[in-house]
Nanobody
Framework: QVQLVESGGGLVQAGGSLRLSCAAS????????MGWFRQALGKEREFVAA????????YYADSVKGRFTIPRDNAKNTVTLQMNSLKPEDTAVYYC???????????????????WGQGTQVTVSS
């Protein structure tokens, strides 16, 4: 079992930055790929970014490439979502997730992740 706790959400103006953190406890953190997903009101949950267990591979949704990064620290059992140049369309509840992902094409799929945090709200005002 892995427990995930997100923090760092809030209200920011368009063009600003926010950093979300996800602290993991339980099983060996480096065994799991870590991902961030988001869900806007009335929409389906969508992939944002992911990093492999070793940290060597990263994946980003086209909508956030060049603006978001996903560093992870396996020594501290944390993964971060650094969000820059935020836009109103980035407004959503953001979720941290952990999973044993079998290959690079699966990182984008929510069903591949076994553990989820409670979510944190990010609101970007125009």
């Amino acid at each position: 079992q892995v427990q995930l706790v997100e923090s760092g959400g809030g209200l920011v103006q368009a063009g600003g930055s926010l950093r979300l953190s996800c602290a993991a406890s339980g099983r060996t953190f480096s065994n799991y790929a870590m991902g961030w997903f988001r869900q806007a009101l009335g929409k389906e949950r969508e992939f944002v970014a992911a990093r492999s267990g070793s940290g060597g591979s990263t994946y980003y949704a086209d909508s956030v490439k060049g603006r978001f990064t996903i560093p992870r620290d396996n020594a501290k059992n944390t993964v971060t979502l650094q969000m820059n140049s935020l836009k109103p369309e980035d407004t959503a509840v953001y979720y941290c997730a952990a999973g044993d992902i079998p290959g690079r094409t699966y990182y984008y799929k929510p069903l591949q992740y076994d553990y989820w945090g409670q979510g944190t709200q990010v609101t970007v005002s125009s």
